[in-house]
């Protein structure tokens, strides 16, 4: 139950924190979405995002900055194992499932439904 | 024929009739506080098509088509159709208008579209140039905001000062001296850019374009506000009619209780979710044939200065960081002809 | 012609005066509630994946392979869209907004063909995502294995 209530108020901080961006800055959807995930990457290589993980579960890996973390994580491990060329493949392969399952349900969903209007 | 008074005015001596008019709105234009007044409402907003695009042309033939029909006209009794729109290249107004075979002029003044359009046909049959003229434009909410913003299904959030495109068209027939209402001058605005760059507050981009148009011709015309019943911008919205009553008054003209806004009259703004107001080319076409034309034709308003705004920007400008243009085109529109009361 | 010309900061300012400002009493609150409910989702379905003895690694990821399905399936039926209008920030940054910003111009753009239409689309927006995140990490592998910080 404490796990649930952590990864409400953390995720809920991360999310407000986009809002305060939105409202305050101007910043477009896309560039705060790009900013989160690259975020995401310095904070995973500083050391810094793991800690958020342990202590907020879900509410530091649903939002794009746990993405961005991700992607970082995948990177050292690639290299671990494969060395130079995982500078590379590590972030992608790490992302893959997350980025296929986008590309995948996103067309599908796409071929299936109607777009409609707004009303 | 027409004479020129001042550096920006010309007086339209013979004053050209709107002979016919028609506006088609879909369901939240119906739904809103002149909801009885268009002509045709379609409850589909897609107008029984495949695409936005194709829904906004048949939109935008349909409003000529009933405007033909209304004025007792065929298609051959135009000699001229001005008409343009928001969509790239101008493809509603290309596609709506493809099977009339009327001689087409194609317009790009974003949404002050109706006014141009009106005063080029005025200026035609004023000028002998044509028996009929014609003008016509559309807006449609979603082919708009695919072009311009997101796609609808995005989950993006409106910032208070945006405005939701109008989904309308409107057509009006100018022809020679008849019966109300009577064109009897037109002002041609210039392009007017105080730096605006925020594609979500338009209203402020268009305003100054409307303030310089509208302070020009009343010094070109020795008029003041007072002369006028109405006042009438295009779609300027709540943050844009502000700042032109501002603006105006800065320059000693006081629109206080004259001035209205097709953008603010089409939405209820308390409650339909529109946020600053109606934008789009469909916007002033939509309000100005329906509601306000008839109104001068019955003698309700007598003397209307119509100034349809427009911003002049695409959306490659504004990625790449330009402000956004405003025009103001003024067409004076009168239950007397000139020379009348 | 006596009167002044205004000049375009005097304009800006007179611009902000008239703009009504976001309501941020309300969008970052609900933002706050409505992201941390996605996240206590995530939470739950954490839970359940690995109750059903998966790993904790592969659990994360079957929580934002869910996610994803989801949000696909709500913009599909065109309710995320209407939720995000009040959410903001909350359905935008969790990994369901990044997935919305695929499905939605790939299905809003079916209309122009499913190869260049549908297909190039799905990557409008979440394209530059993919892009920076990826160079991001590349980067950092790069002073990684450099100085051997792996």
């Keep these: ?119 | 024929m027409p004479a020129r008074i001042g550096k920006y005015t010309t007086r339209l001596d013979r004053s050209p009739s709107v002979v016919s008019f028609a506006s088609v709105v879909s369901k939240k234009e119906s739904e809103g506080p002149l909801g009885a007044c268009f002509d045709v409402v379609n409850q589909d907003t897609a107008f029984g098509e495949k695409t936005w695009e194709k829904a906004e042309s048949r939109m935008q033939e349909t409003a000529v088509q009933k405007a033909l029909e209304k004025g007792g006209l065929s298609a051959g009794d135009i000699d001229y159709i001005f008409a343009g729109d928001l969509l790239n290249q101008c493809i509603s107004s290309t596609y709506g208008i493809r099977a009339t075979g009327i001689p087409f002029f194609g317009l790009f003044g974003a949404c002050s579209t109706m006014a141009e359009g009106l005063a080029l046909s005025g200026l035609f049959v004023e000028g002998k140039l044509a028996e009929r003229a014609m003008a016509a434009t559309s807006s449609h909410f979603c082919s708009a905001e695919r072009q311009f913003r997101f796609p609808l299904e995005y989950g993006g959030q409106r910032t208070p000062t945006s405005q939701w495109t109008v989904t309308g068209a409107g057509a009006a027939i100018v022809g020679e001296k008849g019966q109300p209402p009577y064109l009897r001058h037109v002002c041609i605005g210039t392009i007017e850019d105080m730096g605006v760059t925020d594609m979500n507050n338009m209203g402020a981009a268009m305003a100054p374009a409307a303030a310089a148009t509208f302070s020009r011709f009343f010094e070109d015309t020795h008029t003041s506000p007072e002369n006028y019943d109405l006042i009438l911008t295009g779609d300027l919205g709540k943050v844009g009619s502000e700042l032109l009553g501002k603006l105006l008054r800065e320059k000693g003209y006081n629109l206080e209780g004259r001035h209205n806004d097709c953008g603010l009259m089409i939405y209820d703004l308390e409650h339909q979710d529109v946020g600053a107001g109606g934008s789009g080319c469909g916007c002033s076409a939509s309000v100005l044939c329906s509601a306000i034309l008839t109104r001068i034709r019955e003698g309700a308003l007598r003397e209307v200065l119509f100034a349809a705004t427009g911003a002049l920007m695409s959306p490659t400008s504004v990625q790449q960081g330009e402000s956004i243009p405003g025009i103001a085109h003024l067409v004076h529109i009168s239950s007397q002809p000139e020379g009348g009361c | 012609m006596a009167q002044k010309k205004i000049t375009q900061q005097a304009y800006q300012e007179m611009t902000k005066q008239a703009s009504p400002p976001t309501r941020s009493y309300l969008t970052i609150p609900t933002a706050f509630a409505v992201g941390g409910l996605i996240c206590v989702l995530g939470q739950a379905l954490l839970g359940i994946y690995q109750s059903m003895g998966l790993e904790k690694d592969a659990a994360g990821t079957a929580v934002s392979v869910t996610l994803v399905f989801l949000s696909a399936l709500f913009t599909g039926l065109k309710l995320y869209d209407k939720l995000a209008k009040y959410a903001g920030a909350g359905t935008l940054v969790p990994i369901t907004g990044f997935a919305n910003a695929m499905v939605s111009p790939a299905l809003e753009f079916k209309s122009e063909g499913l190869v260049l239409g549908l297909g190039a689309k799905l990557f409008t927006i979440a394209g530059p995502v993919i892009v920076y995140g990826v160079s991001a990490a590349a980067l950092y592998g790069v002073i990684a294995y450099l100085f051997g910080l792996y």
Excluded: H, N, W
């Design chain 1, 1 to 119: 139950m404490e796990m649930y209530l952590k990864a409400f108020l953390i995720g809920g901080l991360i999310c407000a924190v986009g809002q305060v961006l939105i409202d305050y800055t101007g910043l477009t959807p896309a560039r705060i979405l790009v900013s989160f995930v690259v975020a995401g990457v310095a904070l995973g290589a500083l050391g810094l995002y793991q800690p958020l993980i342990d202590f907020a579960g879900a509410g530091a890996t649903v939002p794009l900055t746990g993405f961005g973390a991700l992607l970082a994580k995948g990177t050292v491990e690639a290299i671990r194992e494969d060395g130079m060329l995982g500078i590379l493949s590590g972030g992608l392969s790490a992302a893959g499932a997350g980025i296929g399952a986008a590309v995948v349900f996103g067309f599908l969903t796409a071929l299936i439904f109607k777009p409609g209007d707004k009303m």
